[in-house]
């Protein structure tokens, strides 16, 4: 697999990674062809998971990896806007008030 990776051009890393999906025995999403509303949804989230999350992290290991992404992922999803929403969160965190005063039986 890393013999095809050697060159910088994207098409070497297509092939690497498809190399990679099988060797894991991971399948793709499937876009059907002339789509645009599919690439586009797409291409919005991975410019802004670049912009907001890949070009602001610097990730030491695996379990690094997972708890920014986590975390980066609870705020996306419980408190960014999302324009096609509103300018809501797809998922708000609700907050209950609880009564001040204990109950005493």
């Known amino acids: 697999m ?4 050697c060159g910088y051009g994207p098409e070497f890393v297509s092939l690497a990674v498809q190399d990679w999906i099988k060797a894991v ?10 789509s645009p509303w599919e690439t586009g949804y797409c ?17 030491y290991g695996l379990r690094d990896a ?3 992404l986590e975390a980066w992922k609870r705020q ?12 809501r969160p797809p998922a ?3 907050i ?5 005063k204990p109950i005493i039986h």
């Open 2 to 5: 890393m013999d095809r990776a």
């Open 92 to 94: 708000p965190e609700t």
């Open 43 to 59: 291409e919005s989230f991975n410019a802004r998971f670049r912009d907001e999350f890949l070009n602001g992290e610097i990730v």
């Open 96 to 100: 209950v008030q609880m009564d001040q």
């Open 25 to 34: 025995g991971a399948k793709t999403a499937y876009i059907e062809p002339g």
């Open 76 to 87: 996306d999803t419980t408190k960014r806007p999302h324009s096609p929403l509103g300018d």
């Open 66 to 68: 997972q708890i920014l």
